[in-house]
């Protein structure tokens, strides 16, 4: 039973800590304002830099949609392809 509770207490860190990111941008460097980058938990989302020095901003794609990164756009879901997701030059 204890063994089942630690178990659990670790996988349960381990999810909010890669929750966390997300592939979220730090938006630190000049080159990664006005970017976007996947959410790399929820296709139908993505990050969007606005301002320097400001962690990016969740997006969501319109209904019916996933955001496809080598498009830089939200698509259909028939023709959304996984890819990995990539890490952002800063991530938050």
């Given at each position: 039973m204890?063994?089942?509770?630690?178990?659990?207490?670790?996988?349960?860190?381990?999810?909010?800590?890669?929750?966390?990111?997300?592939?979220?941008?730090?938006?630190?460097?000049?080159?990664?304002i006005?970017?976007t980058?996947?959410?790399?938990?929820?296709?139908?989302?993505?990050?969007?830099?606005?301002?320097?020095?400001?962690?990016?901003?969740?997006?969501?794609?319109?209904?019916g949609?996933?955001?496809?990164?080598?498009?830089?756009?939200?698509?259909?879901?028939?023709?959304?392809?996984?890819?990995?997701?990539?890490?952002?030059?800063?991530?938050?």
């Amino acid at each position: 039973m204890k063994t089942a509770f630690a178990l659990f207490a670790v996988l349960a860190a381990i999810v909010v800590f890669v929750n966390a990111d997300a592939g979220r941008s730090a938006c630190k460097d000049e080159s990664e304002i006005g970017q976007t980058y996947p959410h790399h938990f929820d296709p139908a989302k993505y990050w969007h830099c606005e301002t320097l020095g400001t962690p990016a901003t969740e997006v969501d794609c319109p209904k019916g949609l996933a955001y496809m990164h080598l498009l830089k756009e939200c698509i259909p879901w028939a023709s959304y392809i996984w890819k990995k997701p990539e890490m952002p030059p800063t991530v938050y």
